[in-house]
């Protein structure tokens, strides 16, 4: 299978703990959706060059994932902004374009979640490890659900009844059900266990890891040390 969006993503340098996880700042967010919503279109144009719709979509999953978990990091960061996800509201380059409420972006961030979710497998074989999963992408709804759901924005969220509440209960729901479906969690039942989760699965699935950013030794990535692929990091549905 082509590596595709996916290999850039997994390839990255890592994360900078001055910056969000993905390491955009305002001059590169809107460039990097752009060549994402570009592949995205791509895609849709190259499907009779191959025939095989399960590899396409599964293309399209990873690319719409990486542009919701761009968008909500943007969303922390700054608040309502606009949001483009195809090549007709893309703007041109002296357009300023309109802010959109934090609770549209929300929901739009969710939207691309749940689509990339309906594209990909609960699991990757051991060669593509560390895609993005479906599981990953309702867990990051739900992450996106109880944010908006939080006292940040929610006046009312002291309120049982809340309707970003009922949201965020129910996305958590799903993806607490998508990652026990799948298998996860399933490793951990003492304290060796527990240690062993964060270096005893290399290259294979790890069922405490819901997101792996994967590390490698290609010199000509920035900022790697180590010289064996490893597992830099752990996004787990206990940390929703």
């Not at 006292?151 to 809340?162: E, V």
Request: hydrophobic share 40%; glycine share 4%; with cysteine.
């Amino acid at each position: 299978m082509s590596r595709g969006l996916g290999d850039v993503y997994k390839r990255q340098a890592p994360r900078s703990d001055t910056k969000n996880y993905n390491n955009f700042d305002k001059k590169t967010l809107y460039p990097t959706v752009y060549v994402i919503n570009n592949f995205i279109q791509e895609i849709e144009r190259s499907r009779s060059l191959i025939a095989d719709n399960v590899f396409w979509d599964r293309l399209k999953g990873q690319a719409i994932f990486m542009r919701a978990w761009l968008f909500f990091d943007a969303a922390r960061e700054w608040g309502g902004f606009p949001y483009y996800c195809t090549d007709i509201d893309m703007p041109d380059m002296d357009t300023k374009s309109l802010r959109m409420p934090m609770q549209e972006c929300i929901d739009k961030v969710c939207e691309d979640f749940k689509l990339a979710a309906s594209l990909l497998p609960a699991k990757w074989d051991n060669e593509n490890y560390g895609r993005f999963t479906s599981v990953a992408a309702l867990a990051m709804s739900a992450r996106a659900r109880i944010f908006m759901a939080s006292p940040i924005f929610n006046a009312n969220w002291d309120n049982p009844d809340s309707q970003r509440w009922q949201q965020a209960l129910e996305a958590s729901l799903a993806a607490l059900k998508a990652a026990d479906d799948a298998g996860y969690g399933t490793s951990v039942t003492d304290i060796n266990s527990w240690d062993k989760a964060f270096y005893g699965f290399n290259n294979t699935f790890n069922p405490e890891s819901i997101i792996t950013l994967m590390m490698c030794d290609d010199p000509l990535v920035p900022g790697v040390s180590v010289s064996y692929t490893h597992l830099r990091a752990h996004e787990t549905l206990a940390n929703l």
